[in-house]
């Protein structure tokens, strides 16, 4: 367990193994960004969502000072980095597209040969991913408006929105 997260600890360790806080950095986004998506986030009846997402942010916030400072390598290829991901879409077959429309299937000789997938589709079943940096600073704004979290569990409404009211003490 991590009990001293200084500067020295942190430069050192992003001298000798920069991976390390990559992966570091990683994990800790990762499971920050689950458990916002989570439905009953920051009440659940099994763990306490809400310390598991300040602990994220509280190392988080120790951790990527270090690896943003302008003598650091890693910040433009673990931040800023755009992924990629494949999106799953079932294969068009040209001259089929109005079997789609219809809704209906019609059997015919050409059904013997194997389809013929145009190569423009299948490079479109990818899509861009935000870099990181973008998913995190995301996720810190969509954390700072969390019912229950950082603002009074009675700005949510009946239907599950979020009523965003301006606070102040008269």
């Given at each position: 367990m991590i009990t001293l997260l200084d500067l020295t600890t942190l430069s050192l360790a992003l001298s000798r193994q920069p991976s390390n806080l990559a992966t570091?950095?990683?994990?800790l986004s990762t499971h920050l960004f689950a458990l916002l998506a989570l439905p009953d986030f920051p009440h659940s009846t099994t763990r306490d969502l809400a310390k598991e997402a300040?602990?994220?942010?509280?190392?988080?916030?120790?951790?990527?000072?270090?690896v943003v400072r302008p003598a650091a390598a890693l910040e433009d290829a673990l931040f800023w980095v755009r992924g990629r991901r494949r999106v799953e879409r079932p294969p068009t077959v040209p001259g089929k597209e109005d079997v789609e429309e219809t809704g209906q299937f019609v059997i015919d000789d050409e059904d013997d040969e194997p389809p013929v997938v145009d190569q423009a589709v299948e490079e479109d079943c990818w899509e861009d991913l935000p870099s990181l940096a973008e998913r995190l600073l995301t996720a810190l704004v969509d954390l700072a408006f969390v019912?229950?979290?950082?603002?009074?569990?009675?700005?949510r409404t009946g239907d599950g929105a979020i009523a965003y009211v301006i606070w102040w003490a008269h």
């Open positions: 570091l950095i990683s994990v300040l602990n994220c942010v509280r190392v988080l916030s120790r951790v990527v000072p270090v019912p229950g979290f950082t603002v009074p569990e009675e700005s």
